[in-house]
């Protein structure tokens, strides 16, 4: 007799949602959707004090993501008409609601990079998938 095949997770949970809580899931863990999000926390920011906040995140990237979070909701831009042009980026309500997973996320990176680093250390030298016996053998 077969066994019942046991199916789990947020898409079998709202399998209607499924695609649209894969393609948030995307935006909102994406690490520079991360960055910027906890660094706006703050408070309101120009682009490029958000840029100069965030290190390694190219004017490409910080361009397109902020584009993503306004498009979501998650962070209002303002022009303002003065010469030279300025522009700040700031949470909205929905964007602060996010802290609480952002900053969880970040103390998780934070408290287990040691134990990462030692997995990826020794995972060059075994191998992903291979255990430290079978190489030894």
Not at 98 to 107: K, N, Q, S, T
């Amino acid at each position: 007799m077969a066994s019942v095949r046991q199916i789990a997770g947020p898409c079998q949970t709202w399998p209607e949602d499924g695609a649209f809580i894969r393609e948030v899931l995307d935006r909102i863990g994406d690490k520079w959707t991360v960055l910027i999000i906890s660094t706006l926390n703050a408070g309101p920011l120009r682009y490029s004090d958000v840029q100069a906040s965030i290190p390694g995140i190219s004017q490409r990237m910080l361009t397109q993501t902020l584009k993503h979070l306004e498009r979501d909701g998650l962070i209002t831009r303002t022009a303002y008409p003065e010469v030279p042009p300025r522009v700040e980026y700031e949470l909205t309500e929905l964007g602060r609601s996010l802290m609480e997973a952002v900053v969880a996320m970040a103390g998780w990176a934070a408290a287990h990079h040691r134990e990462i680093a030692v997995n990826r250390a020794a995972s060059e030298l075994t191998g992903v998938g291979r255990s430290k016996a079978a190489v030894g053998a």
